[in-house]
């Protein structure tokens, strides 16, 4: 069974910086996509950032492009987002997720998820 472990998550000001880590087991990370997504209470679950198997060139939502910044390490089996310049509105519970292969930035098109870790920004 494929599993993603998160850690990273916490409290912090506007303008500090945290950062994400999601441990997958269970598969061949470098085959996979892999990405990063938010929920605010109320809100829709939307895409943070995504980053595709073979030349790994990561994709950013326009929210926070310039401030968060996507690697994965195949050999660990791991996936980090860098998060910097944080804003309140940034506060939200964030999850990994995988996909088999190259597959759109679509919440639905993810069929494995982490169990989420709480970002939350103070003013």
């Known amino acids: 069974q494929v599993q993603l472990v998160e850690s990273g998550g916490g409290s912090v000001q506007a303008g500090g910086s945290l950062r994400l880590s999601c441990a997958a087991s269970g598969y061949t990370s470098s085959t996979y996509s892999m990405a990063w997504f938010r929920q605010a209470p109320r809100n829709d679950r939307e895409w943070v950032a995504i980053?595709?198997?073979?030349?790994?060139?990561?994709a950013y939502n326009a929210a926070v492009k310039g401030r968060f910044t996507l690697s994965r390490d195949n050999a660990k089996n791991t996936l980090t987002l860098q998060m910097n310049s944080l804003k309140p509105e940034d506060t939200a519970m964030y999850y990994c997720?995988?996909?088999?292969?190259?597959?759109?930035?679509?919440?639905?098109?993810?069929?494995?998820w982490g169990q989420g870790t709480q970002v939350t920004v103070s003013s």
């Open positions: 980053i595709w198997p073979g030349d790994y060139v990561p």
């Open positions: 997720a995988a996909g088999l292969g190259k597959v759109p930035f679509l919440a639905r098109s993810f069929p494995y």
